[in-house]
C-alpha cells in the first residue's frame, strides 16, 4: 500500500443519510471509503488510534441511539463483476458498498439468476453476510462463494470463506466473535447454473398465482421464471413492508424466536392458530410478526416511534423519534409477548 493514500476525516459529521431509521445523530469523526486501500490508511491512521469505530454500509441494520463518540467508516466501495465460471455456477463479485437490491436486478440482466428471492431487501452487499439476509425461502448464505474483508485491529486484507463466516438464521460470525472486527470490502456469490425456482413461501405463491408477470409461467404452464420471481417479491415486500425512504425503519426489528417443542405444545393448547415452522433439529421456529400482533401492536406507536400497521415485526420512526424511544417501544413489545407467550424475542438490528 502507497503512504500517499489519502483519506479525509471529517469532525462532527451528521449520520441522519446513513441510517435507515433517519435517527439524528453527530459522528465525532467521519471517513467516506471509496477504495480497499483507503481503508487500510484510514485504520492505521494515527489519528484514529484508539478511537472506537463504527463501520456503515447502508445503515439499515443499526439502531444509533446517540452521538457517535469515534470514526465512523462509511462504505462506498463500487464495483460488480464476474470474476470466472466453471462447468456448474458462475462467480460474481460485487464491492461491500454497492446496494444489494440494484445488485440483484444487474445480476438478472446479466442472465445471472439465483439472487431473485433476495429482491429489495434495503442495505449494501457488505452488510449481506453480518446478518446472513434472508426472504422468500432464500438465505444469502446459499449463494455464497467468499468475502474479502480488512481487519481493523491491523489493516490487514483477508479471505473468508463460508465455514469461516459460520451462518446461521440471521446470524454469522460477524455478530459473534468477529463483531467490530472487520470491515468487509467484497462478497463474491456462487450462482449456479441449473436454475431451480423458490417459489413455495406462502405470500410469494399467492402473488405468483395471482398473476400479471410476464413470463410467470413457461407454455406448459409450469414454472414461473427468476425475472417473475424478482417482480412478485417485490410487489410482496412493497405492499407490507414500508420504504425507509419514506418511513424510517431496520426491517424485521425482532427474529423470529425458535422455542423447543415443550412450550410449543403449551402454547399451541392456549393459542391454535400460532403461526409456527418445524426446526430440523425438533424445535419449532415461531413467526415473531404474529405474536406481537396478537398482543395487539400492530399500528400502535410510542411517541413517534411505532409497530408498522401492515407487519407487526418491522418497527418505525413516524418522524423525530430517537433510538432510545424506538429501544423503549422495543422493550415495552417484548414485555408483553413475555408475560403473555412466555417467549423471549432477540432484537435484529445492533443496538449502540
Ligand atoms: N403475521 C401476522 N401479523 C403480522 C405479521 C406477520 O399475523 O403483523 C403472520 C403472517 O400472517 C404470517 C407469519 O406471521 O403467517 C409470517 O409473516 P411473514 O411471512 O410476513 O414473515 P416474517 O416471519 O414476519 C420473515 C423475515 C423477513 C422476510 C419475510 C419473508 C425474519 C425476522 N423476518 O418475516 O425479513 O422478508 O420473512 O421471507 O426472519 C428482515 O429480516 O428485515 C425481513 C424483513
Known amino acids: 500500500m502507497s503512504e500517499s493514500v489519502s483519506t479525509a476525516f471529517i469532525a462532527g459529521y451528521s449520520l441522519k443519510a446513513h441510517n435507515t431509521f433517519g435517527f439524528d445523530v453527530c459522528a465525532q469523526f467521519a471517513c467516506r471509503i471509496e477504495r480497499e486501500d483507503q481503508l487500510m490508511a484510514a485504520v492505521r491512521d494515527p489519528r484514529a488510534a484508539g478511537l472506537p469505530r463504527l463501520v456503515l454500509g447502508g445503515g439499515s441494520n443499526v439502531v444509533l441511539t446517540g452521538d457517535f463518540a469515534g470514526l465512523v467508516l462509511l462504505v462506498g466501495l463500487q464495483g460488480r463483476r464476474v470474476v470466472r465460471e466453471d462447468a456448474d455456477a458462475w462467480y460474481v463479485e460485487a464491492a461491500g458498498g454497492e446496494p444489494w437490491h440494484e445488485f440483484v436486478a444487474w445480476t438478472l440482466s446479466q442472465g445471472l439468476p439465483g439472487l431473485e428471492n433476495l429482491a429489495l431487501i434495503p442495505g449494501t452487499v457488505g452488510a449481506a453476510p453480518i446478518q446472513n439476509i434472508g426472504a422468500y425461502g432464500l438465505e444469502m448464505c446459499e449463494r455464497f462463494a467468499s468475502l474479502r474483508a480488512v481487519e481493523l485491529a491491523t489493516g490487514d486484507l483477508v479471505e473468508l470463506d463460508a465455514e469461516a463466516c459460520q451462518f446461521g438464521y440471521r446470524d454469522s460470525f460477524f455478530k459473534r466473535e468477529g463483531r467490530d472486527r472487520f470491515v468487509i470490502t467484497a462478497v463474491t456469490f456462487r450462482l449456479p447454473k441449473v436454475w431451480q425456482p423458490r417459489a413455495g413461501y406462502a405470500d410469494l405463491a399467492r402473488e405468483l398465482a395471482a398473476g400479471g408477470y410476464v413470463g ?32 424510517g425503519n431496520a426491517g424485521s426489528f425482532f427474529k423470529n424466536p425458535v422455542v423447543d417443542a415443550g412450550l410449543f405444545e403449551t402454547l399451541k393448547l392456549r393459542e391454535p392458530d400460532v403461526v409456527s415452522y418445524l426446526q430440523q433439529d425438533g424445535r419449532v421456529k415461531l413467526a415473531a410478526g404474529w405474536l406481537i400482533d396478537r398482543c395487539g401492536w400492530k399500528g400502535r406507536a410510542m411517541g413517534a416511534a411505532a409497530v408498522h400497521e401492515r407487519q407487526a415485526l418491522v418497527l418505525v420512526n413516524r418522524g423525530g423519534a430517537s433510538g432510545a424511544e424506538v429501544l423503549a417501544l422495543a422493550q415495552a413489545v417484548q414485555r408483553d409477548v413475555l408475560t403473555r407467550f412466555g417467549v423471549e424475542l432477540e432484537a435484529e438490528p445492533v443496538c449502540l
Open 216 to 247: 410467470s409461467a413457461d407454455p406448459a404452464g409450469q414454472q414461473p421464471t427468476a425475472q417473475a420471481i424478482f417482480d412478485a417479491v417485490v410487489a410482496v415486500r412493497r405492499a407490507k413492508l414500508p420504504d425507509p425512504l419514506q418511513l
